[in-house]
């Protein structure tokens, strides 16, 4: 029975695996908006209502692997050392090199290239994307709410996940400016997230009181 289950487990993961790489291949070949579930289902030789078992939305297709992200990073940030902040755990995560910065080759990191590049060119891809970055804040939020047992009310733990999210999301869009051009340096476009990203940052953990404020003659 157990090997009868662990044959099962494993035809359903390959099953997924399929239909998310075929789907991927169509969506980088065609564009997202122009490729209907039916046409993924027809290339896996798998039926719609199959697709939707293991993906309830097309969205779904793109962003399958997200949930693993967000446990990691929610992790990351719970189990910190003693002593570390939450702000500093919430960086050696974020800052680490993933997806395309940690492709293992170059043709890998062309595939990434090209997803990242559809992703960009969708309205509805962005659109969801936005509904994860909100997932990801208040999962955040809670997280930093219970560590700091924050009252009922209390807003800080909200702001403080708006601005830390708000920084892996600038990194994203800064990386997709990075990959317009032709020539695409991963190891230049790394060190940059790293230290542009330590640098927004660092801008937190100094506070944001002093930061745009006039001086006399009108300078910053």
């Known amino acids: 029975m157990d090997r009868e289950l662990g044959l099962r487990e494993r035809k359903k993961l390959q099953t997924r695996q399929l239909i998310a790489d075929t789907a991927r291949r169509l969506f980088i070949e065609r564009g997202f908006d122009a490729v209907p579930v039916a046409a993924i289902a027809r290339e896996a030789d798998v039926s719609e209502a199959t697709v939707f078992n293991y993906f309830p939305s097309k969205e779904d297709l793109v962003y399958q692997g997200l949930e693993a992200f967000e446990t990691e990073l929610l992790a990351t940030v719970r189990d910190r050392p003693s002593g570390e902040s939450i702000i500093a755990a919430f960086g050696r995560f974020v800052l680490e090199p993933r997806g395309f ?15 990242s590049k559809m992703i960009a060119s969708s309205p509805a891809l ?37 601005a830390l999210m708000g920084v892996h999301r600038t990194l994203i869009d800064f990386v997709r400016c990075q990959l317009t051009g032709q020539a695409v ?36």
Not at 101 to 115: K, S
Request: hydrophobic share 50%; net charge negative; proline share 1%.
């Open 126 to 162: 962005l659109a969801r994307e936005q509904q994860i970055y909100a997932r990801y804040t208040a999962s955040l939020a809670a997280l930093i709410a219970d560590d700091t047992n924050a009252e009922v009310g209390d807003l800080r733990p909200l702001a403080a996940a708006h």
């Open 185 to 220: 340096d991963r190891v230049r476009i790394a060190a940059e997230v790293k230290a542009r990203g330590q640098q927004a940052l660092d801008l937190l953990v100094a506070g944001l009181g002093t930061y745009g404020a006039k001086s006399a003659t009108g300078s910053l």
């Open 101 to 115: 910065l940690a492709a293992g080759d170059e043709a890998a990191a062309r595939l990434l290239t090209q997803a």
